[in-house]
């Protein structure tokens, strides 16, 4: 098809897609999709888990060679078949799991492939650090260009990532869920770069599933939905709700009505948790929790980075090892895990915030994965495995939770990002727990699996289960947790109740400004 | 009709099926390049299986390791090792087979599970500890050997000299049954393949070996013993390696501390033909078992063929990238 002679207005598209087309084999993902950035706008991408933003997004970073449709960028068709190309092209994706190495200093991660270099092909060191600093500074990034990428926290290297991406006159910056990793100090000092870049004339696509970013960025929305754009709007004309129903075609049910007072017998008396900091033996990153746990009832974990909840969840699965002291009662009886597989014994049950790295077997079956923490169940004499009991049990499982899957024989990484969380919630879930230690249940995932997974923490606090909830988004906390933890600093900042709980208080305790306010006990 | 073609095509993307390609393919050129008619003889493929046995029996145990993401490089030492130690419980030493076995799988065992618990306690690569573990072991059959190999030519004490009598078991071992067309090495062989199965895919342990390779972390937070689940690996490698040495004595009909120099290699390049990946948590005895005897027809063919040493070494280097890539198939 011919090219139209380039317009020259002003806003003119840094980048135009025009009805693409994506297959995985014999399955079309994207319906002929059109999508465009301009100049100095974040262009939010919406849509369930699924829904096709990621296929699209690869297209643009150049990852997927074979696709129909056309690319244009600064207004001519441009072919993006190779990474390189994309990112000669000026598209840099800032992705979710960081593509720097860590092993090497700032400096030589700016400059990583295109060295500044002397005469006889010597890295020129000291043009490189002056230059780092220029570009550390522009990003208000108070740290050393010869440092170890590796001693940066998440959010820096994020940060850093950007800096790269502009050294290298990226026009058009892919972000894909940056935040999810970061916490809010952090999320605010990202969304100021974000737009210092929209003041420069950057494009910036921008993909998240929390509802909050979506109306604090979005210059415009695209909503994806099974491979075709329901519609693109600005966040003015288009209300959450009315966002929610475009991208999961219906109503979700909000917050969590609770009927049933949780009973007051007590299932967890943690009596103290401290856990040492991984290096500086001194420092404490838990020091001196104590709570107790009702049955029936969802206890919320909140505080900052650096906090503790996690470390706490982590402690009480006895996962951490020696560097933490346990002193708690189990259903009355002294409780004490040396390691995960004591702790599963005693029904006290962990869901991981990070399902790739330390919850799932990736080539294992879902049925294998489900059945991972529950196998003496379906084991005789000799540990010879009961197959079909194994594999009824999971299946019946697999429907109560809603899981979608193409097979229960199927690898589990070729699961929907809700739907692996599901299946590791299934492995929980089968070993009948007494405690469920959740650590960021929904992070990641889609509105629909959220709902689901919160309709389903209901079912489970009726039938008596106790359940701690660490979650970072705030609205979840407040809707789900029948009481909240605040800690800040590795200790107990405030005990909030249901319904003194608000996100100012919580945020303030979690902050250290509390000085009592709301504490309950 | 769709469905049909739909399910024929999705079984022929499984490692099974490609492994069997890749069978098939080694079977076609055999008999393209038959020697004159020689590889259409039965007595061809009896001696392929004889002699892939040995090595066959190291690449179950190597299977194992490997889907624990590890590898095991001191089964040929360990085989050595075994080797000796049964020739020389049963000649100079002059004990009952019978009691001479399960001595030396002992032997296999404990130094497997000693790999096994460096790896799991001390948290050392699998690499590292078992390229000590070769060293070591066969240090220590040279030790017990004196350096020479054990045959049934026994020096006393006293400086003289005499010849002591093979026990039965070395012939026993050696020997072929149904009408000498299936050798009791291959049968050994096969039942290895077997119990290496029901480990995988029929025990509780098998389960957690898969689950340790694919994600150790996962699988430490769902309750697995990871400790005991890479020791158990490790020692069942040893054992298996043991297995081979006593077969490998009986046919020899020696003890020889250099005897299955290398043989590491071989048995890790049988599991990667086969389809098994060093990564971990994938793969399965079925595959090994295809890639034994892949592998086997390669050096039969090639020996048919009277191919020179060297070409043999090339061709088979060869084979195992292409058969790598073959497995691995397209776009992934």
Redesign the interface.
């Known amino acids: 098809m011919p090219q139209a002679a380039p317009r020259s207005t002003t806003t003119d598209p840094i980048v135009a897609m025009r009805a693409i087309r994506k297959s995985f084999g014999t399955v079309e993902v994207l319906h002929g999709v059109d999508f465009t950035v301009l100049p100095g706008e974040v262009h939010v991408l919406a849509g369930e888990n699924g829904a096709g933003k990621s296929t699209l997004i690869k297209i643009l970073a150049g990852v997927y060679d074979h696709f129909s449709g056309e690319v244009s960028v600064g207004g001519r068709p441009r072919r993006l078949a190779t990474p390189q190309e994309a990112v000669r092209a000026g598209i840099a994706t800032i992705h979710q799991e960081l593509s720097l190495v860590p092993t090497m200093s700032v400096a030589d991660n700016l400059f990583l492939g295109r060295e500044r270099h002397g005469r006889i092909g010597q890295v020129d060191f000291a043009a490189q650090e002056a230059e780092a600093t220029r570009i550390l500074d522009d990003m208000r990034l108070e740290i050393s260009p010869r440092q170890l990428v590796a001693e940066l926290p998440l959010s820096s290297q994020q940060l850093l990532e950007i800096a790269r991406a502009l050294t290298r006159d990226a026009q058009l910056l892919i972000f894909d869920e940056p935040t999810s990793a970061l916490q809010e100090h952090e999320i605010a000092s990202l969304f100021a770069r974000i737009h210092d870049l929209r003041r420069r004339g950057c494009g910036i696509v921008y993909i998240t599933h929390k509802m909050e970013e979506i109306y604090r960025l979005a210059d415009r929305i695209t909503v994806l939905r099974d491979g075709v754009v329901v519609g693109t709007a600005t966040p003015d004309a288009l209300p959450p709700a009315e966002l929610v129903r475009w991208m999961v075609g219906r109503q979700l049910a909000a917050g969590r009505e609770r009927v049933e007072a949780p009973s007051s017998e007590t299932v967890l008396e943690v009596a103290s948790v401290t856990v040492a900091h991984p290096t500086v033996r001194e420092r404490r990153v838990v020091d001196g929790v104590s709570f107790a746990l009702r049955q029936g009832e969802v206890l919320g974990l909140a505080g900052l980075q650096g906090a503790g909840t996690s470390e706490l969840l982590h402690a009480l699965?006895g996962?951490l090892g020696v560097r933490a002291s346990v002193r708690a009662r189990l259903n009355g009886e002294p409780f004490q895990p040396r390691?995960?597989?004591s702790?599963?014994?005693r029904g006290v049950l962990?869901l991981?915030n990070d399902r790739k790295?330390?919850?799932?077997?990736?080539?294992?079956s879902v049925t294998?994965n489900v059945?991972?923490?529950s196998?003496?169940r379906?084991?005789g004499a000799?540990?010879?495995?009961r197959?079909r009991e194994e594999r009824s049990t999971v299946s019946r499982l697999t429907e109560e939770l809603r899981i979608r899957v193409p097979s229960l024989d199927a690898p589990v990484q070729t699961l929907s990002g809700g739907n692996q969380q599901k299946v590791l919630l299934a492995?929980c879930l089968l070993p009948q727990p007494r405690v469920l230690l959740l650590d960021e249940p929904t992070r990641g995932i889609d509105v629909g699996a959220k709902a689901d997974i919160y309709e389903l923490m209901r079912g489970w606090v009726a039938a008596g289960i106790a359940i701690v909830l660490i979650t970072s988004e705030m609205e979840e906390l407040l809707a789900s947790s029948d009481r909240i933890l605040v800690l800040h600093r590795g200790r107990v900042a405030a005990e909030l109740t249901r319904a003194a709980a608000t996100r100012e208080l919580v945020l303030a305790a979690a902050m250290g400004h509390a000085s009592g306010a709301g504490a309950v006990s | 009709m769709t469905a049909g073609r739909n399910t024929l095509q999705r079984w022929g993307a499984t490692p099974v099926a490609r492994a069997l390609l890749a069978l098939l393919f080694m079977l076609a050129i055999g008999c393209m390049f038959n020697a004159e008619g020689s590889f259409f003889r039965w007595s061809v493929h009896r001696d392929m299986l004889r002699q892939v046995s040995t090595f066959g029996i190291l690449a179950c145990g190597m299977t194992v390791v490997i889907i624990t993401a590890g590898i095991d490089l001191s089964v040929s030492s360990i085989l050595a090792l075994a080797a000796v130690c049964f020739a020389w419980l049963t000649l100079p030493a002059s004990w009952p087979a019978a009691l001479a076995i399960p001595v030396v799988l002992t032997v296999g065992l404990a130094l497997g599970s000693l790999s096994g618990a460096l790896v799991a306690r001390m948290r050392l690569q699998p690499f590292i500890v078992t390229l000590a573990m070769m060293v070591f072991a066969r240090g220590l059959a040279k030790v017990i050997s004196g350096g020479r190999k054990i045959t049934n030519y026994v020096t006393d004490p006293d400086g003289t000299a005499h010849v002591v009598d093979l026990p039965r078991a070395f012939g026993t071992i050696d020997s072929r049954v149904l009408g000498g067309n299936l050798s009791i090495v291959t049968i050994v062989f096969l039942a290895c393949v077997l119990a290496t199965w029901v480990l995988l895919s029929?025990?509780?342990?098998g389960?957690?070996l898969?689950?340790v390779g694919?994600?150790q972390?996962?699988?430490?937070?769902?309750?697995?013993?990871i400790r005991r689940t890479l020791i158990l690996a490790y020692a069942y490698s040893g054992l298996l390696s043991a297995v081979a040495g006593i077969c490998q004595a009986a046919q020899e009909t020696q003890g020889d501390p250099e005897t299955g120099m290398g043989y590491e290699l071989d048995a890790i390049a049988m599991v990667v033909i086969g389809g098994t990946t060093l990564s971990g948590?994938?793969g399965s005895v079925v595959l090994t078992l295809i890639g034994v005897l892949t592998i086997g027809y390669l050096q039969k063919i090639l020996s048919l063929n009277a191919a020179p040493e060297a070409t043999r070494l090339m061709l088979t280097g060869a084979i195992i990238i292409c058969a790598v890539l073959f497995q691995r198939g397209r776009g992934t």
């Open positions: 699965f996962a390691d995960p597989r702790a599963v014994e962990l991981t790295a330390c919850g799932l077997a990736p080539d294992l294998h059945s991972l923490a196998l003496e379906f084991s000799g540990g010879w495995l197959r492995r | 029929r025990l509780r342990a389960r957690y898969y689950a694919g994600n972390e996962a699988a430490r937070l769902a309750g697995v013993p948590g994938k």
